[in-house]
Nanobody, 122 residues
Framework: VQLQASGGGLVQARGSLRLSCSASGRTFGSYSMGWFRQAPGKAREFVAAISGGGINTRYAGFVKGRFTVSRDNARNTVYLQMNSLKPEDTAVYCC????????????????WGQGTLVTVSS
């Protein structure tokens, strides 16, 4: 599975962005997908995950209803809608795929895409 994230950019605080992650292959729906982020000088952290069918989701505590993960298996794409962005959300955001039930642990993901940079100005 090859993954490619896009949609990052510069946004002002309290603004919104939607990230996309496109996947290759015909079995996209069999993969759980996760979003992770890494800010400069900090460790990578879990943001959100979604099951293969899109029914089940999980979020990091800091999301607090601001972010929504979704997927369109017909388009082989997973999304991360980010609202009410804060400067502390500034990071490189990456998507990952796992051929089992979704997880919040980066070590349990099998495939990773390149990151897309999100910069939130105050």
């Amino acid at each position: 599975v090859q993954l490619q994230a896009s949609g990052g950019g510069l946004v002002q605080a309290r603004g919104s962005l939607r990230l996309s992650c496109s996947a290759s292959g015909r079995t996209f729906g069999s993969y759980s997908m996760g979003w992770f982020r890494q800010a400069p000088g900090k460790a990578r952290e879990f943001v959100a995950a979604i099951s293969g069918g899109g029914i089940n989701t999980r979020y990091a505590g800091f999301v607090k209803g601001r972010f929504t993960v979704s997927r369109d298996n017909a388009r082989n794409t997973v999304y991360l809608q980010m609202n009410s962005l804060k400067p502390e959300d500034t990071a490189v955001y990456c998507c990952a795929a796992r051929g089992r039930w979704y997880s919040s642990s980066a070590d349990e993901y099998d495939y990773w895409g390149q990151g897309t940079l999100v910069t939130v100005s105050s």
